[in-house]
T-cell receptor
Framework: DVKVTQSSRYLVKRTGEKVFLECVQD?????MFWYRQDPGLGLRLIYF???????EKGDIPEGYSVSREKKERFSLILESASTNQTSMYLC?????????????FGQGTRLTVV | GNSVTQMEGPVTLSEEAFLTINCTYT??????LFWYVQYPGEGLQLLLK?????DKGSNKGFEATYRKETTSFHLEKGSVQVSDSAVYFC?????????????FGTGTRLTVIP
């Protein structure tokens, strides 16, 4: 079974802190994604990566950066956390370039910024 | 561009009732279509998919048919159970910048009461 593991289920951070969210997948997938989930807004793409050290902005990249130094790991970084970044963060991975492949999701990290 | 419009929730049904959750899409090419389900406290998991027009995806009693002429992918189940209570997301996939991105609807929360 494919497994996508996010490092924390729940996080509480203070405004202005630098926050790291880690995601690891064990199926050698090329593509990895970070989404943000908010009520009434569905899932919005923050960043994605289609190879090691390759990254592209999604729909809402402001205030975030990412790192992909190894194929299995994709990190989301909040440079200076703000209260409007309180949300559920979901990591996903997906195989190859075929549009019909399934994406596998981690269990989510619920981040609260106080 | 690409987008997914999904029936607003929440939806509350009695056990054994018929379920329909509407989903329509806009796409620039020939997308694949998906339904994902999120059970309480968990990440998303694939429920079913269809990769070309007139394909029917099915799983766990749920069905959806890829209708290119109406750009729709409505989710149906003939008899819902309490265990089907979850949030359902319609999604489409296309290729962008070397990676396959998924575009999600806003999600529909289903509650099934005994």
């Amino acid at each position: 079974d494919v497994k996508v593991t996010q490092s924390s289920r729940y996080l509480v951070k203070r405004t202005g802190e630098k926050v790291f969210l880690e995601c690891v997948q064990d199926m050698d997938h090329e593509n990895m994604f970070w989404y943000r989930q908010d009520p009434g807004l569905g899932l919005r793409l923050i960043y994605f990566s289609y190879d090691v050290k390759m990254k592209e902005k999604g729909d809402i990249p402001e205030g975030y950066s990412v790192s992909r130094e190894k194929k299995e790991r994709f990190s989301l970084i909040l440079e200076s956390a703000s209260t409007n970044q309180t949300s559920m963060y979901l990591c996903a991975s997906r195989y190859g370039a075929y549009v019909g492949t399934e994406a596998f999701f981690g269990q989510g990290t619920r981040l609260t910024v106080v | 561009g690409n987008s997914v419009t999904q029936m607003e929730g929440p939806v509350t049904l009695s056990e054994e009732a018929f379920l329909t959750i509407n989903c329509t899409y806009t796409a620039t090419g020939y997308p694949s279509l998906f339904w994902y389900v999120q059970y309480p406290g968990e990440g998303l998991q694939l429920l079913l998919k269809a990769t070309k027009a007139d394909d029917k995806g099915s799983n766990k009693g749920f069905e959806a048919t890829y209708r290119k002429e109406t750009t729709s992918f409505h989710l149906e189940k003939g008899s819902v159970q309490v265990s089907d209570s979850a949030v359902y997301f319609c999604a489409l996939s296309d290729s962008r910048s070397g990676a396959n991105n998924l575009f999600f609807g806003t999600g529909t929360r289903l509650t099934v009461i005994p």
